[in-house]
Each structure stands twice: as structure tokens, then as C-alpha cells.
């Protein structure tokens, strides 16, 4: 063969060949997997582990076709719960899923997202905070001062699930109630007989007398305790709605990523917030009804004027929270912005 013919034919292969390979390694590299490990303070055999922990990790990496997958991990399997925050500040774990109980000592705003008494009636009104009068994004920024991405997990009501009937504001005083922090300290302050009791003995104090009442979460959250096996009332409307949760981020884990798998990150977490407050908001009235059922639990609800009382008294304890810092004043300010303008509070 005459050599030009043979180099001809040979840079045509070579040529034919690359075209075939070097999109191949370009798909490749796009599709490298990247592994997050993520710590959760919750307990692996709990609801929310699967409901808010497993499902956001599955729809990642469902989102990403698989290129980034987060490994997670249940309460104290990789670091103490309390440690999460610090954990994904310094950099130990790129995620993580948190009390904002945990980290309020950094972040005094943390406070105000754990939930205040007696702040909204509703749910809706919590996710209007949130998302519309800027709340979540002003948690962000105080997050954001340690390298860390802030996202609110989900929303949802405290109720209250009682062994006896509340009808008027007479009715709290004296009540035997398990409660914690800001919370306690209200519902004391009202005249019931508030103390903290650790969650795996709350049961054995409500069926042995010692208590009259608890609060865990939701409805859905006493049921799963087992508290209206005792108590035969739950109180409306609830005592308080906020989040418990959020997500964590490690900024420079984040900024790592590739583009578009920072922007589907960041999608998905805020889709996930909406679907996980709905989906909580469905299992809670599932469950009202369920216990209403199975237990004979009766509903009793606060008339307007009690209700308005309560949260008038609400408002001292509003006001010692805004003192911690300039942005929870201005988050508390919010709240009663938001109660006046429905005629709730002067």
C-alpha cells in the first residue's frame, strides 16, 4: 500500500475512533459518582427517618441520576446528635439533619424556628412566615456566618394530648404537664405544673398519674408514643407551629459540586420542605381521626376569647426571646406583625 494511502487511512481511524472514545470518557467523568455521608439526629427506627431523612436522600439521588448519593446516617452512629452542626461547620461530614434546638447557643435565632407559644394558629401561617415574610431566608444568614447552608426540613403543629378536658384557661391550673424549654416555662407561667420528663419514661408518667398531659410534635407524634392509649383529649387549636428540623450543608462541600448537581441539590431540599409539611399535615389528620376511632380521644378546642388570652401572655415570652439578638427581634416583630394584622394581639 503506498504510504500517503496508509497514513491517510490511518489518521481516518484515528480520527473515526476519537470521535467514539473521547465522548464516552467526557460521559464518564460527567457521571462520576459523588458520595455525601449524612448524620441525622433521628433514631433509625422513627417516622421521620424514613419520611424526611430516606426520602430526601432517595429523591437526590433519583434527581441526579445517581451522581450524588447521600449516605445516611441515624442518631449517634457517626457523631453525638448535639455535634451535627459543629460537625458540618468544620467540615467532618458535608450534610447533616438537625435539631435547630441544637445549635441555638451559634444561632439565637434558632429560637424562634424551634417554635414560640402560642405564635401561629395554622400551619399555613407558619409557611407564609417562612417563606413570605422572609423568616427562612433570614435563618439562612445567620446560619450562613458558619459556612453552612441552612434548610427548613418541615412545619408542623405542637399539640397537646391531655388525660383531662381543657374548657376554659381554669382548667390548665395545676394540670401535670411534660413539657420543655420555652414551652415549659409558658405553660407553667399559666398555672399548669410543667416539668421536663425524658421521652422513653413520658409514657410510664402518663399511665401511672404522674402526668396529666405531654406534647411530642404533632397528633401523629403522641400517637406513635403511645399517649392516647391514657389520654382521651387532644387540645386545638395547638399550642404551637414551627419546625424542629433543618438541613445542613457544609458551604464548601456545596461549592465542590458540579453546577447543575448544586442547583438540583438546592431544588430538591426546598421541594422537599412542601411536600414533607403536606405530607405531615395529611398523617396528622389521619391520625385525629384514627385515634378518635380506636381510643374514643375527643377533641376539645379553645374558644376564641381563651385562645386570645393565651397568646396575649404569649407575648412576654416572644419578648424575652427578641432580646437574645437583633435578629430575633426582628423575627419576633414579624410574628406580631402578623397576629395584629389578624386583629389577634394589640
Not at 28 to 54: F, M, N
Request: charged share 20%; glycine share 6%; proline share 4%.
Amino acid at each position: 500500500m503506498n504510504k500517503k494511502l496508509y497514513l491517510a487511512c490511518f489518521v481516518s481511524v484515528v480520527w473515526m475512533l476519537s470521535i467514539l472514545i473521547i465522548p464516552n470518557q467526557v460521559s464518564l467523568a460527567a457521571e462520576k459518582v459523588i458520595t455525601w455521608k449524612c448524620q441525622t439526629h433521628l433514631p433509625a427506627a422513627s417516622d421521620g427517618y424514613a419520611r424526611s431523612g430516606q426520602a430526601l436522600a432517595d429523591k437526590i439521588k433519583e434527581q441526579t441520576n445517581g451522581r450524588l448519593v447521600i449516605e445516611l446516617y441515624p442518631a449517634g452512629a457517626l457523631i453525638p446528635s448535639v455535634e451535627i452542626f459543629n460537625s458540618v461547620n468544620r467540615g467532618m461530614i458535608p450534610m447533616g439533619l438537625s435539631s435547630v434546638g441544637y445549635f441555638q447557643d451559634k444561632v439565637p435565632l434558632a429560637a424562634v424556628a424551634s417554635g414560640l407559644p402560642m405564635n401561629f394558629r395554622e400551619v399555613w401561617e407558619a409557611v407564609y412566615f417562612h417563606y413570605s415574610m422572609g423568616f427562612e431566608e433570614m435563618m439562612r444568614k445567620a446560619v450562613a456566618k458558619y459556612n453552612v447552608m441552612y434548610f427548613t426540613d418541615s412545619i408542623f403543629p405542637t399539640d397537646l394530648a391531655i388525660k383531662k378536658p381543657i374548657n376554659s384557661l381554669e382548667d390548665f391550673k395545676g394540670l401535670k404537664l411534660r413539657s420543655s424549654g420555652i414551652m415549659q416555662k409558658y405553660l407553667t407561667s399559666i398555672g399548669a405544673a410543667a416539668s421536663y420528663i425524658p421521652g422513653g419514661e413520658v409514657y410510664a408518667a402518663l399511665a401511672s398519674g404522674v402526668s396529666d398531659g405531654a406534647h411530642w410534635g404533632d397528633v401523629l407524634g403522641s400517637e406513635d408514643m403511645g399517649f392516647f392509649e391514657v389520654c382521651k383529649y387532644l387540645l386545638r387549636p395547638s399550642i404551637s407551629v414551627a419546625t424542629t428540623q433543618g438541613w445542613l450543608v457544609n458551604e464548601k462541600a456545596f461549592k465542590a459540586l458540579p453546577e447543575d448537581i448544586q442547583k438540583i441539590l438546592q431544588e430538591t431540599i426546598n421541594m422537599h420542605c412542601w411536600m414533607r409539611t403536606n405530607q405531615r399535615l395529611f398523617l396528622a389528620t389521619e391520625s385525629a381521626y384514627r385515634i378518635q376511632k380506636k381510643y374514643n380521644v375527643k377533641t376539645v378546642t379553645l374558644s376564641d376569647s381563651d385562645y386570645a388570652a393565651l397568646q396575649e401572655g404569649a407575648v412576654n415570652f416572644w419578648d424575652s426571646v427578641a432580646k437574645n439578638s437583633p435578629e430575633c427581634e426582628k423575627a419576633v416583630d414579624l410574628i406580631k406583625d402578623f397576629n395584629r394584622s389578624l386583629g389577634r394581639i394589640k
